[in-house]
Nanobody, 123 residues
Framework: QVRLVESGGGSVQVGGSLRLSCGASASVSDYCMAWFRQTTEKEREGVALISIDSRTHYPDSIKGRITISRDGAMNTLNLQMDSLKPEEAAMYYC??????????????????WGQGTQVTVSS
């Protein structure tokens, strides 16, 4: 089992920035990894993904304002978020997938999940 623990969440003003981190009990370089977010009103949605071969993917609405990265030596996955919008306030989750052929921002493809870290965006 891979244990994932998110950190770095908090409250920011509209247009502000946050850097989230995810500590893993296994090498983050051996899995397709991603960040998702969820609110009580919306279904869980993908935020960013990084594949085993280091390809990254972001939704068009987020691309340019967010960067996913990993530190293999430290077993951490990071998410830098800039220009945050009110509607992006949510619980953010770190996830890992063992599938080798498929690596997309689909929640059902991920096997391991962290407990989440809350992000609040205020005006």
């Amino acid at each position: 089992q891979v244990r994932l623990v998110e950190s770095g969440g908090g409250s920011v003003q509209v247009g502000g920035s946050l850097r989230l981190s995810c500590g893993a009990s296994a090498s983050v370089s051996d899995y397709c990894m991603a960040w998702f977010r969820q609110t009580t009103e919306k279904e869980r949605e993908g935020v960013a993904l990084i594949s085993i071969d280091s390809r990254t993917h972001y939704p068009d609405s987020i691309k340019g304002r967010i960067t996913i990265s990993r530190d293999g030596a430290m077993n951490t996955l990071n998410l830098q978020m800039d220009s945050l919008k009110p509607e992006e306030a949510a619980m953010y989750y770190c996830a890992a997938s063992v599938y080798r052929r498929t690596c997309t921002l689909a929640p059902e493809q991920f096997n391991y999940w962290g407990q989440g870290t809350q992000v609040t965006v205020s005006s």
